[in-house]
C-alpha cells in the first residue's frame, strides 16, 4: 500500500506520517516475522515429526505386541524405520541449516558441540553393537539408544544461553531408561508416545516462545 | 527524543526493522548483510545508509571478514543499541495506553 509507513516504509522517509501505532504495529510485526525466520526448529517441522514417530514407531509397537515369544520388528518394518530417520535427519539439517544462514554466534552449533554429538551417536551405535555381542540387541530395548545422545544434548543444552533443549534431553534419557522397564514390545510403545510428547511439547513452546 | 518520547534512530520504519530484526537473535550474535537486506527487502544504498546511522549512535557494530576474495559484512545488534529497543518499546506501550 502507497502511502502507509507500515506496507511501505519508503512512505514515511518520504514526509507520510510514522505515528506510534503505526511503529507499534511494524516492531510487532517484524519481531515475529524475524523469530519465524530464525527458528531453526519451527513448531510445524516439530509437530509433523511427532506424528510421524508417532506412526513409525507406533506401527512397529502394533507389529510386536502380539509376539510370543518375542521376535522383533517385521521386515517391513525396517525400511520405514530406516526411512523416518533418513528423512527426520535431513529434513530437520536442511531447515536448520536454512535458518541459521548468515548467522554468527552462539545460534550455530561451534565445531566442538558438532563432534560431541557426533561421538555421542557413535557411542550410541557402539553400546547397541555391544548389546548385540551380549544377546541384548537393539530391537529388544530400542529406547536404549536414546540415553546417550539425550544426556550429550542435555549437557549441551546446559551450557548454552538460556538453556534451550535441555529439557528435551532430559527427556531423552528419562524416556530411553523408562523404555527398559517395560519390556521388549512396550519399549516400542514408550518410544512412540515418548518421543511424541517431547516434539509436541517442544513444538508448543517454540510457538508460545514466538508469541511473546 | 520526539515530542512523544521515541527514540528519533529508532523511529524511522527501516530502522526499526533493523533493530526488531536483529534484536531477534541472542544477545551478541550477528547477521551477514546480505542476510539482512534479503529479511528487510532493502537495496543495498538505503540498508548501508540506514546501518551506518544506527552504527554511529552505537547501537550497532559491524564486522568486514574476507573469505577469497568476497568480503563479507556481519551486522551486530549492541547492548546499547538492544537497551535503547526497549527503552523505545516501553515508551511505545506508555504512549498507546499499555496496549
Known amino acids: 500500500m502507497r502511502g502507509d509507513p507500515v506496507n511501505d516504509p519508503a512512505a514515511a522517509g518520504n514526509g507520510a506520517a510514522f505515528g506510534p501505532e503505526q511503529a507499534a504495529a511494524l516492531l510487532e510485526q517484524t519481531t515475529r516475522q524475524a523469530r519465524r525466520k530464525f527458528q531453526p526448529a519451527p513448531p510445524w517441522l516439530l509437530s509433523t515429526r511427532a506424528v510421524l514417530v508417532l506412526a513409525a514407531l507406533g506401527g512397529v509397537w502394533l507389529s510386536v505386541r502380539g509376539q510370543h515369544p518375542y521376535r522383533g520388528p517385521t521386515a517391513a518394518d525396517i525400511p520405514v524405520l530406516i526411512g523416518f530417520v533418513v528423512v527426520n535427519f535431513a529434513a530437520t539439517v536442511g531447515i536448520r541449516v536454512r535458518a541459521t544462514a548468515g548467522i554468527t554466534g552462539r545460534t550455530r552449533f561451534t565445531q566442538a558441540e558438532i563432534l560431541v554429538l557426533v561421538l555421542a551417536f557413535a557411542a550410541a551405535i557402539v553400546a547397541m553393537a555391544g548389546l548385540g555381542a551380549a544377546g541384548v540387541g537393539f530391537a529388544t530395548y530400542p529406547t536404549s539408544v536414546l540415553v546417550i545422545p539425550g544426556l550429550a544434548w542435555a549437557v549441551l543444552a546446559a551450557a548454552r544461553p538460556g538453556r534451550r533443549g535441555l529439557a528435551t534431553g532430559v527427556a531423552l534419557v528419562v524416556i530411553g531408561i523408562a523404555g527398559a522397564f517395560a519390556g521388549p514390545a512396550g519399549a516400542w510403545a514408550v518410544a512412540a508416545a515418548g518421543l511424541c510428547a517431547v516434539l509436541l511439547g517442544s513444538a508448543a513452546a517454540v510457538a508460545r516462545q514466538q508469541r511473546t | ?99
Open chain 2, 1 to 99: 527524543m520526539t515530542d512523544d518520547g521515541l527514540d528519533p534512530l529508532i523511529h524511522v520504519p527501516t530502522r526499526l526493522k533493523i533493530v526488531a530484526t536483529l534484536a531477534a537473535l541472542p544477545d551478541g550474535d550477528g547477521l551477514s548483510f546480505t542476510r539482512l537486506q534479503d529479511m528487510l527487502e532493502l537495496t543495498p544504498g538505503n540498508l548501508i545508509i540506514a546501518l551506518r546511522k544506527l552504527e554511529e549512535a552505537g547501537y550497532l557494530s559491524s564486522e568486514k571478514t574476507r573469505n577469497g576474495s568476497a568480503q563479507k559484512t556481519t551486522v551486530t545488534l549492541t547492548r546499547q543499541g538492544r537497551a535503547a529497543l526497549g527503552s523505545y518499546t516501553r515508551a511505545l506501550r506508555s504512549l498507546l495506553g499499555g496496549l
